[in-house]
């Protein structure tokens, strides 16, 4: 048996394939639009304006932002310049309301032990508290004028009052149930 080979040429009694293309022409070209600037415009810009103006403008490279130097280090009298942002009642309201405040206070009053870091932050802010208090003439003491509660000297008598108190609660409930 033999084998016919394959061929890419049409016979001349095969179908008539259309004549190939060129792929640039079935590829149409179109120019995006709107997308940025024109090429080269942060210079020929200001050369253009100063044209238009008819000034004699000094040449500015835009892309550079201010030449302002900055210290990298801050002086005292610089440190004393800046202003608090709040005002100290505000200040002490805010850190009055603190949750994390509360939150550590809680922990302390609770015996728990807190981290270091907890610990400076708790410090560090019950001085902020009493600096802001100094300046606005808070006293955290308890007031002069209210006079302590009378201690009483023996336990009998307050064990009376304890026992009078539990007397009469009974008798309410006898009251409450007819």
Do not use: C, Y
Not at 21 to 49: D, I, L, W, Y
Not at 61 to 74: F, N, T
Not at 90 to 118: F, I, M, N, T, W
Not at 123 to 146: F, N, Y
């Amino acid at each position: 048996m033999t084998r016919a080979k394959r061929s890419r040429k049409v016979n001349t009694n095969g179908p008539a394939r259309p004549p190939r293309e060129k792929k640039q022409a079935n590829v149409k070209f179109s120019k995006k639009a709107g997308k940025g600037q024109a090429t080269g415009s942060r210079h020929s810009g200001a050369e253009v304006r100063a044209a238009v103006t008819g000034a004699n403008v000094e040449k500015k490279d835009p892309r550079h932002g201010s030449k302002k130097p900055i210290a990298l280090v801050m002086d005292a009298a610089q440190a004393s310049v800046v202003k608090p942002a709040m005002k100290p009642e505000q200040e002490l309201a805010k850190l009055e309301q603190s949750p994390r405040l509360s939150q550590l206070l809680d922990q302390v009053e609770g015996g728990e032990l807190l981290s270091q870091a907890d610990q400076f932050w708790l410090d560090s802010t019950l001085a902020r508290i009493a600096v802001l208090m100094d300046q606005l003439g808070i006293s955290d003491d308890l007031p002069a004028e209210e006079p302590a509660a009378p201690v009483k000297s023996s336990t009998t008598d307050s064990e009376l009052d304890l026992f009078e108190q539990f007397e009469q609660g009974s008798d309410l409930l006898d009251q409450f149930k007819d």
